[in-house]
C-alpha cells in the first residue's frame, strides 16, 4: 500500500500544481478557460505526451533516450515518401511506425549488445537518423497529402479533436502495458535493480531493447499527427523535442535513477507545460522569456522532488 | 584503546574490547572473518564511532569521531582496496589534496616530484615518482600509499592483509619497508591470515574472537596455538538437528575452472543434503556459486544435472534446470528495492503467473500471501516495498522466491549475513526443512560454528581450489579452519 500511497501523493501533487497554474492563468486571463483554448492546449500537448509516454518507459528502465526528435523527423519522412508513391495510407503508417521502432531497437541493441550508455548510444542515434532524414529528402520538406490522411489531425470525434483522441489511447495502452504485463512489470525491475533482475532469470537484454523500441515506435506516432497536422514532413522537424519529453516525463515525478514512476504523471507533465506555453502565449509574454520560465518549473519540479525524498530518507 | 564496545542492530560487534600498541612494534592482529578486527580498526581510524570506550593516545584520551581526527592524530590506514587515483602520478596521489603550491594556487611540480621521490627513497623503493600509478604493479601501488600515509605524518599505521596479492619477493620488499619504518618509531597494526609470516613480521599478535579478545601474546608463537586461539569456542547448540538421509546425486561440478578464482574445481551435490562451503573472503566460493547459477559462464569444465550435462548460459538457463540462487549481496544482486514484496516473489515466475503476457495479478497476491503466511515474512501487506523490511525478512523474500519456484538445487550464499539472531534460527529451520524435502543445498558461509552446525558435508575452498572436503563427524573448527588457510592438514 505505501508504494502507491506515495506514488499516488506525488501525483496529487503534480496535479496541485497543473490546477493552480490553470487558475492562475484563468484570473490573468479570461481566454484561457474557455473550451476551444483548452482543446487547444491539448491538441498542441498530444505531440509532446505522445513522445513523453515512450520516455516513461526509457526512464523508468534507468535510461535515456536523446533521439526521439530525430526519429520524429524520420519517420515523418518515411511516412510522406510512402504517402507520395501512392502508398495507400495505412501502409504508409505502417511503414513510418516500423522505421521509428526498428531505429529504437537499434538504440536498444547499441546498448545492451554494444554495452554502450544510454545516453552516447541514443546521443549518436539523434545524429545519425537526422542524418538520415536530411540524406532522404535531400534537405527538402515533403508536402502536400490526401484530404484524408490529413484528417488524422484535423477531423474531430464527437467534438474532439482526433490528435487529442489519440493521445488518450496512446495513454490507455501504454498504462495497460506498464502496469498489467509481465514486460512492463521487467521495465520496472530493471529500472529498480538490473542484476537482480538478470539473476532471477529474466532476459534483461532483450526487454531493454524493446524498450527503446517501444519509444521509437511513439515518437513515430507522434510524427504521423505532426505531418497530418502540418500537411508537410519536414526533415528538420522534432529539433529538442527530445528536452519537451525528458522535462514532462520528471515533472511527472518519473525518477531518472530508474525503477520508479508512471505515465499518471507523465500526462500531467506534459500539460503543465502545454498550459504554461500557452498561458505565456496569451498573456503576450515574449518566446524568450518563455524559455526561461519553462527552464526554471523543470529545475523546480525536480528540485522539490529530491528535497521531498531526502527528507524521507 | 580500553573497553570499546560497538553495537550494530542485532549484533555486538565489539564487546569490551582493548588493545594497546607500542612505539614502533609491529602488532598482528588475528581473527576469523567476522571476529570484530575491521570493526576495531574501523573505530581506531574514526570510521565508525565507538559506543563505550576510551581511546589513550600517549596517555591522553582523545575524541576520534571522523578519519580527519585520526588523520590529525597521525593514524593512517591502508586498505585492502587502494584509495589511488589510477590516472594520477604516484607523487600527484601522495600529496593529493596538500599540493605544494606557488603563488595563485599553481602547483609547484618540481617540490611535488622530490618530495615524493624523497618519501619514497626512505622506503627502499625506487619507483618512480611521475610514473601512473594504474602503470605500478599492486606492490608499487602499496608503496605509494605507504609513502602517502608517511607524508601525513603517519605514527600508526594499520595496514589491512598488505600481503594478500603480493608475491614472495614482493612481500620480502614490504617487510623491509615495514622494518624502516618501526625502526622510526612508527607502529604497525598488520591484519593478515598468512599464519606463517607472522612471525617473521611482527612482534605480538592479539586474537579476537566474537567481538572480543582473547589474547595477547609474543610472536614468534607456534601456529597451533594461535589457530587453536582462534576457534577455541563452543558451537553453539541452536542449530537443528539434522535428521535426512542423503539421497542420489543431482548436481556435478567437474574440473570447473574460471579466472584465477576457480581452478579446477569438482564437486558433487546430493539430494537432500546441505553442503556447507567454508574458506576465506577470496577463496572462489561466491564464484563458484555464480557459476552453477548460470550468472557466469566457465572457461573449462562442465556441470551436470542428474547425470546429464546441461549448458547453463544465463541465469534463466539455471532456474528452468531447477537451480536458485540467493547471492552474497542482498541489496545489490537479491532483492528489487523499490518493488513491492508481491513483486519480488513473483519475478522468476512471471511467466506462469501470467497468459499472453499479462500478470494475473490475482495469482501473483495469492502467491505472495502463501509464501509470506509460510515464512512467516513481517511485512504489512504484500504490496509493501522490499526496502522498508528488515534485513531477515529481505533475506526470507529472496529465499521464498525460489521455494515458491519450485528450485531443486538451492545455493545460498552468507545466508545470514547481517542479520538478527532470531531471523537466522528460522533461517536454519527452513534451510534444514528444504533438505529434508529431498532438495540439495549449497551453502557458502564465513561463519564456521553456522557451517559445522548446518552442514552435512563441508567442502573447504583456498585460492580457487578445493582444498578439503569432510563428513560432518570429521569436520572441526580446527581443521576447516587449517584447510582454508591453505595449510596441509
Redesign the interface.
Known amino acids: 500500500?505505501?508504494?502507491?500511497f506515495v506514488a499516488s501523493g506525488r501525483r496529487l501533487g503534480t496535479l496541485a500544481g497543473l490546477f493552480a497554474l490553470s487558475v492562475l492563468l484563468w484570473a490573468l486571463t479570461p481566454h484561457f478557460l474557455t473550451v476551444s483554448n483548452l482543446l487547444n492546449v491539448f491538441e498542441q500537448t498530444a505531440i509532446n505526451a505522445i513522445i513523453a509516454a515512450g520516455m516513461t518507459f526509457v526512464i523508468i528502465s534507468g535510461g535515456i533516450d536523446l533521439s526521439v526528435g530525430s526519429l520524429v523527423a524520420l519517420a515523418g519522412v518515411a511516412l510522406a515518401a510512402a504517402l507520395q508513391s501512392g502508398a495507400p495510407i495505412p501502409l504508409a503508417i505502417a511503414a513510418g511506425l516500423g522505421v521509428g521502432f526498428g531505429f529504437g531497437v537499434l538504440n536498444g541493441l547499441a546498448i545492451t549488445w554494444g554495452r554502450l550508455p544510454p545516453f552516447i548510444a541514443t546521443l549518436g542515434m539523434m545524429s545519425v537518423a537526422r542524418g538520415c532524414a536530411l540524406l532522404f529528402t535531400e534537405g527538402r520538406p515533403i508536402s502536400g497529402f490526401d484530404p484524408g490522411f490529413r484528417a488524422l489531425a484535423t477531423s474531430r470525434l464527437l467534438g474532439i479533436p482526433a490528435p487529442v483522441v489519440a493521445t488518450a489511447v496512446v495513454y490507455l495502452i501504454a498504462r495497460f502495458v506498464l502496469s498489467?504485463?509481465?514486460?512492463g512489470?521487467?521495465v520496472?525491475?530493471i529500472?529498480?535493480?538490473e542484476?537482480?533482475?538478470?539473476?532471477?532469470?529474466?532476459?534483461v537484454w532483450l526487454h531493454k531493447t524493446l524498450v527503446y523500441g517501444v519509444s521509437g515506435l511513439a515518437s513515430a506516432i507522434a510524427a504521423v499527427l505532426l505531418t497530418a497536422r502540418l500537411n508537410s514532413a519536414q526533415p528538420i522537424a522534432g529539433i529538442m523535442y527530445e528536452l519537451d519529453a525528458i522535462a514532462a516525463t520528471v515533472i511527472g515525478g518519473t525518477s531518472l535513477m530508474g525503477?520508479?514512476g508512471g505515465l499518471g504523471g507523465t500526462i500531467i507533465g506534459a500539460l503543465i507545460m502545454g498550459v504554461l506555453r500557452n498561458g505565456l502565449n496569451l498573456l503576450g509574454v515574449s518566446s524568450f522569456i518563455q524559455q526561461i520560465v519553462i527552464g526554471l518549473v523543470i529545475v523546480f519540479a525536480v528540485l522539490i522532488d529530491t528535497t521531498l525524498k531526502a527528507r524521507k530518507t | 584503546m580500553r573497553g570499546i564496545c560497538k553495537r550494530f542492530p542485532g549484533v555486538k560487534a565489539l564487546d569490551e574490547v582493548c588493545f594497546d600498541l607500542r612505539r614502533g612494534e609491529v602488532h598482528a592482529l588475528l581473527g576469523e572473518n567476522g571476529a570484530g578486527k575491521s570493526t576495531l580498526m574501523r573505530v581506531l581510524s574514526g570510521a565508525c564511532t565507538r559506543d563505550a570506550g576510551e581511546i589513550l593516545l600517549d596517555g591522553q584520551p582523545v575524541s576520534l569521531q571522523s578519519p580527519r581526527d585520526a588523520q590529525a592524530l597521525g593514524i593512517s590506514t591502508i586498505y585492502q582496496e587502494f584509495n589511488l587515483v589510477p590516472q594520477l602520478s604516484a607523487a600527484e596521489n601522495i600529496f593529493l589534496g596538500r599540493e605544494p603550491l606557488r603563488f595563485a594556487g599553481i602547483v609547484n611540480r618540481r617540490r611535488l616530484r622530490d618530495e615524493a621521490a624523497r618519501l619514497l627513497e626512505s622506503l627502499g623503493t625506487t619507483i618512480d615518482p611521475s610514473a601512473r600509478v594504474k602503470d605500478l604493479s599492486v606492490a608499487e601501488q602499496q608503496m605509494v600509499e605507504v609513502a602517502k600515509a608517511l607524508s601525513l605524518d603517519a605514527r600508526i599505521l594499520i595496514m589491512d592483509e598488505p600481503s594478500s596479492a603480493l608475491t614472495e619477493s614482493e612481500i620480502d620488499q614490504l617487510f623491509a619497508a615495514i622494518g624502516r619504518l618501526t625502526s622510526r618509531g612508527v607502529s604497525v597494526i598488520y591484519i593478515s591470515h598468512r599464519m606463517e609470516e607472522l612471525s617473521r613480521v611482527g612482534h605480538r599478535a592479539t586474537v579476537m574472537r566474537d567481538g572480543r579478545h582473547i589474547a595477547t601474546l609474543p610472536l614468534p608463537a607456534p601456529i597451533p596455538e594461535l589457530v587453536r586461539l582462534m576457534v577455541d569456542r563452543d558451537v553453539a547448540d541452536h542449530f537443528p538437528t539434522p535428521s535426512r538421509a542423503r539421497g542420489t546425486e543431482l548436481l556435478r561440478v567437474e574440473h570447473v575452472s574460471r579466472g584465477p578464482r576457480l581452478r579446477d574445481v569438482s564437486v558433487t551435490l546430493y539430494r537432500g543434503e546441505i553442503l556447507g562451503v567454508a574458506g576465506l573472503l577470496g577463496a572462489g566460493r561466491t564464484e563458484l556459486a555464480r557459476v552453477i547459477?548460470g550468472?557466469d559462464i566457465p572457461e573449462q569444465g562442465r556441470i551436470l544435472l542428474d547425470g546429464q550435462p546441461v549448458r547453463l548460459r544465463?541465469?534463466?538457463d539455471?532456474?528452468?534446470a531447477g537451480i536458485g540462487?540467493v547471492?552474497e549481496d542482498r541489496k545489490?544482486?537479491?532483492?528489487?528495492?523499490?518493488?513491492?514484496v508481491a513483486?519480488n516473489f513473483?519475478?522468476?515466475q512471471?511467466?506462469r503467473l501470467?497468459r499472453v503476457?499479462?500478470?494475473s495479478?490475482r495469482r501473483e497476491q495469492n502467491l505472495a500471501a502463501r509464501w509470506i503466511a509460510d515464512l512467516r515474512i513481517k511485512t504489512?501487506?504484500p504490496?509493501?516495498?522490499v526496502l522498508?523490511l528488515s534485513g531477515g525478512n529481505q533475506q526470507k523474500v529472496v529465499l521464498g522466491?525460489w521455494l515458491a519456484a519450485g528450485a531443486d538445487v538451492l545455493i545460498v550464499d552468507e545466508p545470514t549475513r547481517g542479520i538478527d539472531v532470531a531471523a537466522k534460527m528460522e533461517i536454519y529451520q527452513l534451510l534444514d526443512r528444504l533438505a529434508a524435502d529431498g532438495a540439495a543445498i549449497l551453502m557458502i558461509s564465513s561463519d564456521l560454528p553456522e557451517i559445522l552446525g548446518m552442514s552435512d558435508r563441508v567442502l573447504v575452498m583456498h585460492q580457487g581450489r578445493v582444498q578439503a572436503l569432510y563428513e560432518r563427524h570429521e569436520a572441526t573448527q580446527a581443521r576447516v579452519l587449517h584447510a582454508a588457510l591453505g595449510l596441509a592438514s
Open positions: 500500500m505505501p508504494r502507491r498489467e504485463t509481465r514486460f512489470r521487467y520496472y525491475s529500472g529498480g535493480n542484476e537482480a533482475t538478470r539473476l532471477s532469470g529474466v532476459t525503477g520508479e | 547459477a550468472a544465463a541465469p534463466s539455471a532456474i528452468r540462487l547471492p545489490r544482486h537479491g532483492i528489487v528495492p523499490s518493488q513491492s513483486a513473483a519475478l522468476p512471471l511467466p501470467s503476457g499479462v500478470i495479478k504489512p501487506t504490496a509493501t516495498r522498508t522466491k
